[in-house]
């Protein structure tokens, strides 16, 4: 089974304070190194090549909710250039 | 099927005071004879309480419906039983002890008979109070302990003083062993008075608690016999005080209904002092004392009950009409007491230390509400130990600029309403104390927050009422130039946020609680710096 690292963070915010939490990671994006640190759990994500971006809105009522989704493939360019083609 | 139980539990009962007779002409007269008879008879004595036992699981557990006063008597006599055959065995176990004797003779020198005679009145109004329901028949059997306990002492210290000089030393921890199993027959008699006592009043009441009562009832001026109360409804035990609610049989007995509280002397006392405090402030709020007695460590109080519901109760099953009463006396009744109670003196709080005191039990309840420091690309979140630490410096910085003289549990269920008196009153009163409104003024709230209503239109009754409230508070906070009336509310609101959620089990609802109290906490750990005046609190989060 592959090893899996999780980080998760719950809470309520201001959006004063979620812009702060984005500018966070957009800074981690412009950098290529996104890392997400507590007392127990550390993972460093680079975010490189092509990512998939999901966006998601819902209304419902008094109820509302955005979900952004990012994922990606560890680049493996190293592992396809042990294969040569010859023509 | 209970005449079947009753008519077995009676034979047992018979059988193990004949055991007793048995034993003390053991002591008197050693004989193997004998013996081999005590003997025999516990092992009709044990199969004797198995059928009791049996039947008293079979009828609880059958299909027959039986209302909770069988019920009541099937517990009682379960436990009777099982201590009956406790005391055959301490028979045996004592008689057995007589062949480590060098001489019979020997225990002819303490006074074993009258143990025997207490032991034997005791067993002999088993079954008449069983049937009688006579609580003073059941509070004497209770006594039994008492006397015997005293004999066993008598003579056990007549036994120690002969040993210190060593001599029949051997014979002497013999006899002493012998004394301890009719000492612990009295303790067997106790369980048995308290489960009689159980089968007669419906509740799980110490014989402690009862003599309790009783001196509280003759403080109160009561002359009648516990005979005449009835012990209705048991309202359990809170902030370790048992709590039971008493009520008049007969016109001629106690007057009023009232709530009989028995618990650790200093809560009672400060109760009971905080009520006369309380009605030298505002008359007819508080409780009257019928009666107060201290015993030791312990205390009990009498009080006044009140007839109408608790505000959690008119909040959640009355009309718009009366709920909205309730509120406005409510409202009228706190600004009243805050401005006749308020004291220019400006006080310290403690609501951070308040929340540590209590972070483990909630950890203990929800082991994930707690944060640990974490760090997004840079951006640093707080441990919440560290949280509350960072708030505690800043509420060190803050004073409430005057004190009230506050209920001190003033959540929903500690509020009464009667809507024909038009009135509302203060139960549970034994933290009231000068202190920050706003420690009242958030308990409140959040009391009414959590409680367990998912309806639209009763959580949007609830959700007005904390509107309304939080800008009565606001707006008592501006009338008196409290400035940091807002910083000070959002660090008690966390606390009680915090503290409360390790009453609920619902863990959405709990986590709802968890996450506001971090905010808050994040909040006012990122205003530290500013004016305290500047800080606002979202009043979002009273709502739900």
């Known amino acids: 089974m592959a090893e899996s690292d999780n980080f998760e963070f719950e809470s309520y915010q201001d959006t004063q304070t979620i812009q702060e939490y984005l500018q966070s990671l957009v800074d981690g994006f412009s950098s290529g190194q996104i890392s997400l640190n507590s007392e127990r759990d550390n993972i460093i994500l680079h975010p490189r090549g092509l990512v998939q971006l999901t966006i998601r809105a819902r209304k419902k009522g008094d109820d509302n909710r955005l979900s952004v989704k990012m994922s990606w493939k560890d680049s493996k360019v190293e592992q396809v250039g042990s294969l040569s083609i010859t023509t | 099927m209970l005449d079947k139980i009753i ?142 306990d005293r004999m066993y002492k008598e003579n056990f210290d007549r036994m120690m003083a002969l040993l210190e000089k060593g001599k029949n030393t051997g014979n002497l921890v013999t006899v002493i062993f012998i004394f301890r199993y009719l ?19 419906g509740d799980r009441i110490k014989i402690r608690q009862i003599e309790a009562l009783e001196k509280t009832l003759s403080e109160s001026g009561f002359d009648g016999t516990l005979a005449d109360i009835d012990f209705s409804t048991i309202w359990g035990s809170r902030s370790g005080c048992r709590i039971s609610k008493v009520d008049n049989k007969s016109p001629s007995g106690f007057k009023a209904q009232g709530i009989f509280k028995e618990g650790d002397r200093t809560k009672v006392k400060k109760e009971k002092e905080n009520i006369v405090k309380w009605d030298e402030i505002q008359p007819n709020l508080a409780p009257k004392v019928f009666g107060y007695y201290e015993r030791k460590d312990k205390a009990s109080l009498l009080v006044e009950f009140f007839p109408g519901c608790t505000l959690q109760e008119t909040l959640l099953s009355q009309g718009d009409e009366i709920a909205q009463n309730a509120l406005f006396i409510l409202d009228q009744t706190i600004e009243e007491i805050w401005e006749k109670t308020k004291k220019p003196n400006s006080i310290k709080t403690d609501y951070m230390s308040q929340l540590s005191s209590r972070l483990d039990q909630v950890i203990k309840v929800h082991p994930g509400f707690y944060r640990h420091r974490k760090d997004i690309s840079g951006f640093q979140i707080l441990s919440t130990r560290r949280l509350i630490i960072r708030c505690g410096e800043i509420e060190n910085q803050l004073e409430a600029p005057f004190t009230v003289f506050i209920h001190g549990d003033f959540n929903v269920n500690n509020i009464y309403y009667d809507n024909d008196l038009q009135r509302v009153n203060y139960i549970d009163l034994y933290r009231s104390a000068d202190f920050d409104y706003i420690q009242d003024a958030s308990v409140f709230l959040v009391s009414n927050f959590r409680l367990p209503v998912t309806e639209r239109r009763l959580r949007n009754r609830l959700n007005s009422a904390s509107a309304h409230f939080f800008h009565a508070f606001k707006k008592f906070a501006e009338t008196n130039n409290d400035t940091s009336f807002e910083i000070r509310m959002a660090l008690a609101l966390a606390r009680s946020f915090y503290t409360s959620s390790r009453f609920e089990m619902n863990i959405i609802f709990a986590k709802e609680m968890y996450l506001r109290a971090q905010y808050l906490l994040e909040k006012v750990a990122g205003h530290g710096g500013k004016p305290w005046e500047d800080f606002k609190l979202p009043q979002q989060l009273l709502f739900l």
Do not use: P, W
Not at chain 2, 51 to 60: A, D, L, R, Y
């Open chain 2, 7 to 148: 008519e077995t539990f009676k034979f047992l009962a018979i059988e193990v005071r004949a055991q007793t007779r048995l034993t003390s002409e053991l002591l008197d007269d050693f004989s193997e004879e004998l013996f081999d008879k005590l003997a025999s008879k516990d092992d009709h004595i044990d199969n004797l309480k198995a059928i009791v036992e049996n039947e008293c699981f079979s009828q609880i557990h059958g299909t027959e419906v039986i209302d909770s006063k069988e019920v009541n008597d099937i517990r009682a006599i379960h436990v009777i039983c099982v201590n009956l055959e406790r005391i055959a065995d301490f028979c045996v176990n004592a008689a057995n002890q007589m062949q480590y004797l060098t001489d019979n003779d020997f225990i002819h020198d303490y006074d074993y008979k009258s143990m025997f005679t207490e032991i034997r009145q005791g067993l002999s109004k088993v079954i008449l109070v069983f049937q009688s329901k006579d609580l003073g028949a059941a509070i004497d059997i209770c006594r039994a302990e008492y006397n015997l």
């Open chain 2, 183 to 201: 000492e612990r027959i009295g303790d067997s008699l106790l369980n048995i008075g308290e489960a009689l006592i159980f089968s007669i009043i």
